[in-house]
DNA sequence: TTGTAGAAACATTCATGAATGTATGTAAAG
DNA sequence: CTTTACATACATTCATGAATGTTTCTACAA
């Protein structure tokens, strides 16, 4: 009813935001109308629509939103590590605490797996989620690489299947966890990884 | 345009739940209409009517043509086995492998776990299809604990999680696949599930 | 054996509502 | 006075489900 400032507008965008993250993990994507998230968010859909274009990209934004701040994790070089599978392993770990320490992360991953289908334009938004928690694949291979360079892997450990198996885990984690949070817990994690860099170890992945 | 006798009337519906399969994966649950399946089926929205109900049974009808076989395998009791980590090694892949053997399956699964949301009416479908994987998280968790009273695993491993962890391998390494089959293949269960394995026996998941 | 009633297996048409996007109105900020 | 940041109103599209029409099979009777 009343025009707002610069700041103020920019709080609506986040109430819309806020308001798409709650019905979208109630009702998922494709139940979910504008008119819903606007009565959710206490706005009008012509507010909705002043914000974005329609609600492929108010899905973007949230995501955006919420994952853009993990990327900064992502940023490492293993080559000349001293450590590479200790120092993956607490990357990975970093990556999954991180997603714990705010519930917010588990309703948006929750929303872009199991709340939202992989068609069409979703598909690129939805793999940059994705991405950020296994964007590494190829930087785990590095890791495997540089570790059985370096003597720390069995020389018949392949790097890429290592990279594969660890995101399968990761995902499958990540997966499960949002879907039932009360049910699979965050130190399944680190006991999984453990077990499989040992079983990596030992060359016992065949 | 013509009446047909009762088996003629059985193949139609095989050709609307193809139909329902090849169009729901290409365009998803929620952007796939009756009219497109009906378009896809050479035949039209009354003859859907007239087997299903609604959108919603005809998914349920694919899944289940699918997922029923499956089923069979199912049916297990560790309680007396010898090697009850064997039997369940073997089970899992089993199922994997038939999986692996017809590629409706992985189409299937693709859908419900990546072309549908996971909401409302949908839940106790998608949970079938997914319980047919790890269905038996009760019976690999008796699995595991009849191998620690065996003394087959440390007495330090919990059955419980144990029997998590390893439906979470199941569970990623199938949304992986069914996603990009060409990029993750069949024989890395294998590698994954007696990785795990070792780890347990050796007690390195903390 | 054949004729006929009824039901099965669809095709076609129609009415309705719901969601979308746009266009316009409006009040305050700059 | 212009633009921003919305609210309101409107037109259009589209999917659904029901209602109805049509043709063929099946059962049963004569």
């Known amino acids: 009813m009343v025009r707002k400032t610069k700041e103020e507008a920019l709080e609506t965008r986040h109430t819309i935001l806020d308001a798409a993250?709650?019905?979208?993990?109630?009702?998922?994507?494709?139940r979910t109308t504008l008119a819903d998230i606007a009565e959710a968010a206490s706005v009008t859909r012509?507010?909705?629509?002043?914000?974005?274009?329609?609600?492929g990209e108010v899905f973007e934004a949230m995501m955006r939103r919420a994952i853009d701040p993990l990327e900064a994790i992502s940023e490492v070089d293993y080559s000349t590590s001293e450590r590479p599978l200790e120092e993956l392993r607490e990357r990975v770990l970093g990556?999954?605490?991180?997603?714990?320490?705010?519930?917010?992360?588990?309703?948006?991953?929750a929303i872009a797996m199991h709340k939202s289908e992989y068609v069409d334009e979703m598909v690129?938004?939805?793999?940059?989620c994705m991405e950020c928690c296994d964007r590494h694949l190829l930087r785990q291979e590095q890791a495997f690489a540089v570790a059985r360079a370096r003597g720390d892997l069995p020389a018949s450990v392949d790097p890429h299947r290592a990279a594969l198996s660890?995101?399968?885990m990761i995902d499958g984690?990540?997966?499960?966890?949002?879907?039932?949070?009360?049910?699979?817990?965050?130190?399944?994690?680190?006991?999984?990884?453990?077990?499989?860099?040992?079983?990596?170890?030992?060359?016992?992945?065949?």
């Open 173 to 206: 984690l990540i997966a499960s966890w949002s879907l039932q949070p009360d049910v699979y817990s965050l130190d399944l994690a680190g006991g999984l990884i453990n077990c499989f860099f040992y079983g990596l170890k030992h060359d016992a992945c065949h």
């Open 21 to 30: 993250e709650a019905v979208f993990y109630r009702k998922g994507m494709a």
């Open 166 to 168: 660890l995101s399968v």
């Open 95 to 109: 990556v999954i605490e991180r997603i714990n320490s705010d519930p917010r992360y588990i309703r948006v991953f």
């Open 124 to 128: 690129p938004v939805v793999d940059q």
């Open 46 to 55: 012509g507010a909705i629509y002043w914000h974005f274009a329609n609600k």
